[in-house]
């Protein structure tokens, strides 16, 4: 059995009932089940329909996600979460980049290494020395002015945890940014990699070990075996390239507002919602939403 899920911008509800009722009738599927009025919804299917992503595509365009996944296993125990452009609206380093006037070579390195063009390590280390000599009290500068939450993300981390799950933070980006985000939304713990500084301005150095691709996954083999769960009972969302390791491994893994070559590597993509609809992925209604 497989649920075929539909969602649309909690912002801009998009999804039309008679649309949704025609798609169920369609594909054979059993009850129509609102999750949230013109929102989100879901049925239920015997298998994935042939025509899948032709009518996906149909979908994209009246701004409506289509995914269809297993019944079996769905809601799941941990949140595996990227931050720069999924749990916050901003690349991080990019936004430094701009306060040390080197924005717009900053933000083409990153754009390519998101999306899998470049080296992440190698791009990280080369935008981070383009920040060398910037006072570390820009740091908090960038917080406060320049850093905004995505929207749904504060509900999809406390409705998790009230059903008893765990959530970690993972990311590229750098702890002076992943302490303060984890806190204000309430992860449980987070991962990045650290900016050096000599005390007063950034050195242009990131320490060793960089946290890339395959420190997530790790991320995901250590956090799972330490709680003793699989990592068929995680689902993790990232937006770009060095995402796609754990986004493969995590039992879902879901490509929010990504970069073209990631979507084209996960078979669950949110292009239109915010960061509820993992929620609705799992099944939960917005009259179950924490936070």
């Not at 129509?32 to 994209?60: C, H, I, K, T, Y």
């Not at 070990?209 to 993790?236: H, N, S």
């Amino acid at each position: 059995m497989f649920i075929v899920t539909l969602t649309s911008d909690p912002a801009l509800p998009a999804l039309d009932p008679a649309a949704a009722d025609s798609l169920r009738n369609a594909w054979g599927g059993g009850d129509l089940q609102w999750l949230a009025p013109d929102e989100a919804a879901e049925f239920a299917v015997a298998e994935v329909p042939g025509n899948f992503r032709d009518v996906w595509s149909d979908m994209q365009s009246l701004r409506i996600d289509l995914n269809v996944q297993p019944a079996e296993g769905r809601r799941k125990r941990m949140l595996l979460a990227d931050m720069d452009s999924t749990m916050i609206r901003q690349e991080c380093i990019d936004e430094l980049a701009d306060e040390a006037g080197v924005g717009a070579r900053v933000k083409d390195i990153t754009a390519r290494a998101m999306n899998g063009e470049l080296d992440f390590e190698g791009a990280l280390i080369e935008r981070v020395g383009l920040l060398k000599g910037l006072p570390v009290t820009v740091i908090d500068t960038v917080l406060a002015e320049r850093i905004t939450l995505m929207p749904g993300g504060p509900q999809l981390v406390a409705t998790m945890k009230a059903a008893g799950g765990y959530c970690a933070l993972v990311s590229g980006g750098f702890t002076a940014f992943t302490a303060r985000v984890a806190a204000m939304i309430g992860f449980d713990e987070h991962r990045a990699n650290t900016l050096l500084s000599d005390g007063d301005a950034l050195t242009g150095e990131v320490g060793r070990p960089i946290l890339g691709r395959e420190a997530k996954v790790r991320a995901l083999e250590e956090i799972t075996a330490r709680l003793g769960i699989a990592e068929a009972d995680v689902i993790a969302v990232g937006d770009g390239a060095n995402d796609l390791g754990m986004l493969g491994r995590a039992g879902t893994g879901v490509a929010l507002h990504a970069k073209p070559s990631v979507a084209a590597e996960c078979e669950i993509r949110v292009n239109h919602g915010d960061l509820t609809a993992l929620l609705y992925l799992q099944g939960y209604a917005r009259t179950e939403f924490a936070g």
